[in-house]
């Protein structure tokens, strides 16, 4: 079983794989500890909202694979859109996003240890991913 403090080094980890992936717009502002936690939380959210839509998708009968395909493509596209515009609410961008959890890792766990509702919501919120995540992993082996 993954305890809580596992659960968010891996989503942090996956976090700032799929961020890097976001097409880097200039950095405009220094993000704040509780702004990337919060930023963070979004970007779970989003990622959610990913892995669901590919559920859908791959549970979906199609005509042909490339017709899957497509509908596969524009669930990526929604969402490295949203990302986009989710770093354009901060002033930043996803690259310096990723980058941000290596500089100050030490502050933003201790932000969480003191924000415990935060942590909580981040840790459940990145089970959810995974379900989801795993969900879409087994649709793809029945293909």
Known sequence: MLT??????WALAAAVSVMLLAAPAP???ELSVEAYCDLFIKALDADIALYQELARVNGR??????????????????HKLALE?????????GQEVGLFMGAKGPAVNAYLEENQSVKSRIVDLSEKRNYYGGMVEE????Q
Do not use: C, H, M, W
């Open 139 to 142: 649709f793809k082996r029945f």
């Open 4 to 9: 809580g403090k596992t659960v968010i080094v």
């Open 61 to 78: 009968s199609y005509e042909s694979p490339a017709e899957r395909e497509i509908d596969q493509q524009r669930a990526f596209e929604a």
């Open 85 to 93: 515009a989710l770093y354009a609410q901060y002033e930043t961008n």
């Open 27 to 29: 950095a405009r502002a």
